[in-house]
């Protein structure tokens, strides 16, 4: 198989190929022929991978590459490839590199000048935006957000004047905790969306405003189940003289405490990029509420 627009025929393809988050049925043509027709399919978990490759009727041998022996292992691939040989990338589910191994491999055969080609297909973040009901003209993957509680919490206060929809992965076992910090640094009147079981038997889409959101998945255990996407809607600058985000208010009171209002207001304008009016406006009501 050369890959299209191809320049050397005589070393293989690396292809990217997408596999299902739950129902089988999303696999696509063009995926089944490729791992069908390819010599080896470098997977993530040979054993679960060999069960898929069953159902499918495909005999193609698989390799291990995972996120242990990625980095390391990569040149074994690359010996095929270079070899003339096609391979293929899965992972356990969904698009490889997306919260899974492959950007090394990826990496490393772009760099060898080995043409990688993506055969695209289900991938949860993607599924669960196009049917969440949120603004999805511009978004932030965060992918899994940290384990630890103080971690986590100092993610989420970075993103709170994140105006685009944010997405993130969470594990069953920590999406109350999760949906409990969010709620705490977004607050309780933001929208968010529970995406669970994708394209599988117990599917739900749940939207509400973060502190509903919570109220009920920690009423009903079934929603601490499965896998799941959490998608919250971005920040909204408030109308008026609260449309300052904390970091030109905090510009503000620092130059409001070196220099003239008028020309503390100028400079923050310059530094910040919003309106000098409004800094104006918002460093007369600071001395007031200061005298
Ligand atoms: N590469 C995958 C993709 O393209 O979406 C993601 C792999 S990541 C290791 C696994 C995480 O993806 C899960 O913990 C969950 O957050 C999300 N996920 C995968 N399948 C899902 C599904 N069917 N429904 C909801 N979320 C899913």
């Known amino acids: 198989m050369t890959a299209p627009g191809a320049l050397n025929s005589s070393v293989g393809t690396l292809f990217v190929v997408a596999t299902p988050i739950g129902n089988l049925d999303d696999i696509s043509a063009r995926a089944l022929r490729v791992l069908r027709?390819?010599?080896l399919i470098a997977a993530e978990d040979t054993r679960h991978s060999a069960r898929l490759m069953q159902h499918f009727g495909i005999s193609t041998p698989l390799a291990a590459c995972h996120e242990h022996n990625e980095r390391d292992q990569g040149g074994r691939f690359l010996a095929r490839l270079e070899a003339g040989e096609?391979?293929?990338?899965?992972?356990?589910?969904?698009?490889?590199?997306?919260?899974?191994?492959?950007?090394?491999?990826?990496?490393?055969?772009?760099?060898a000048g080995v043409p990688v080609v993506p055969v695209p297909g289900a991938c949860a973040l993607i599924a669960a935006l196009s049917a969440a009901g949120l603004p999805s003209d511009r978004f932030v993957f965060e992918g899994f957000l940290p384990a630890k509680a103080a971690a986590r919490r100092g993610r989420l206060a970075l993103l709170k004047e994140e105006s685009r929809t944010l997405i993130f992965y969470e594990a069953p076992h920590r999406i109350l905790e999760c949906i409990e910090d969010m709620e705490a640094a977004f607050g309780g009147d933001r929208q968010a969306v529970l995406a669970r079981e994708l394209t599988k038997t117990f599917e739900?889409?749940?939207?509400?405003?973060?502190?509903?959101?919570?109220?009920?998945?920690a009423a009903d255990s079934n929603q601490q189940r499965g896998e799941c996407v959490v998608l919250v809607e971005g920040w909204q600058?408030?109308?008026?003289?609260?449309?300052?985000?904390?970091?030109?208010?905090?510009?503000?009171?620092?130059?409001?405490?070196?220099?003239?209002?008028?020309?503390?207001?100028?400079?923050?304008?310059?530094?910040?990029?919003?309106?000098?009016?409004?800094?104006?406006?918002?460093?007369?009501?600071?001395?007031?509420g200061a005298d």
Not at 92 to 107: Q, W
Not at 206 to 212: C, F, N, V
């Open 37 to 39: 027709e390819v010599s």
């Open 86 to 111: 096609d391979v293929a990338l899965i992972s356990d589910a969904g698009t490889p590199l997306i919260s899974d191994p492959g950007f090394h491999l990826v990496r490393q055969a772009r760099a």
């Open 237 to 288: 600058a408030p109308e008026g003289d609260e449309a300052l985000s904390a970091e030109a208010l905090r510009v503000l009171d620092l130059l409001l405490a070196e220099l003239p209002l008028k020309r503390a207001a100028a400079v923050a304008a310059e530094i910040t990029g919003v309106r000098k009016n409004l800094l104006y406006q918002a460093a007369l009501e600071r001395r007031q």
């Open 204 to 217: 739900t889409l749940k939207g509400l405003p973060l502190a509903e959101l919570r109220a009920w998945v």
